[in-house]
């Protein structure tokens, strides 16, 4: 699968980048006019490593190597170069202390659950990878004082749902918000909303979303610290009046518009 907007980048802000590898946004985190160091948040789908590399070379000019790598969490779609750049970057990882059993080898995620919506990305979500990968060597958990490593101004925030150590960053300056798949402004189930990229705000991904209580809490959190702009994992960024009124909108019909009626991972 892809879509319209793989491989284009947007700078949403002077220091955060979104690039859309597939289906699938990736941020990098600091300012190529200041200095050379950045952070990449999350790492795109399988085989796109030498892809992201020449993103990174384009935006930094000089040889690109992040300082860290932040994951808002695990799943294939998010996780899928990161054994590959691996090979060559040798830096550290971070992660919610939750989802370390999905970086180490330990555990592998449910698989997708296709019952969840009629649209073809959610039946065929039984095919995607699940398993968890093992990157032991460089995965460590994020501070427990909620500070990002190498992203000064940052807070990392937990927001479970989509998978139990799932995160989403904030910097309170700016109320710059990297949400990850803790709700996302695409539908992502249905196939063609992806390809064409058709912007709606919504809940995380139904198919691999396994705990719809925390699911909505998480999003109360964070709308609740009202956003000024937002990066998701899914679709394109939303911003100022009309990322209010969506976040509003969609806490106050999530049981309508986000939460499935049935499924395997539903109450």
Known sequence: MTSVGSGVGEAVLPDVYCYTDQIVNLVVVGNPSDSNEFVLIDTGMPRSDAQIKDMLQERFREKAIPRAIILTHGHFDHVGSLAALLEDWDIPVYAHEKELPYLTGKEDYPPGDPSVDSGLV????P???????????????????????????????????HTPGHISL???QDKALIVGDAFVTVKQESLYKVVTQTQEISGPPRYFTTDWDASLESVKKLAALKPQIAV???GIPMSGEELSKNLS????????????DSGKYVN
């Open 122 to 125: 959610a039946r065929m979500s």
């Open 127 to 161: 095919m995607f990878p699940n398993h968890g990968i093992d990157i032991s060597p460089h995965v460590q958990a994020l501070p427990s004082d909620g500070t990002v490593p190498n992203m000064p101004g940052w807070r990392w925030i937990h927001t479970p749902g």
């Open 232 to 234: 998701t994992g899914h």
């Open 170 to 172: 904030f910097r309170d």
């Open 249 to 260: 909108y969609l806490v106050a019909n999530f049981k309508r518009i986000a939460k499935p």
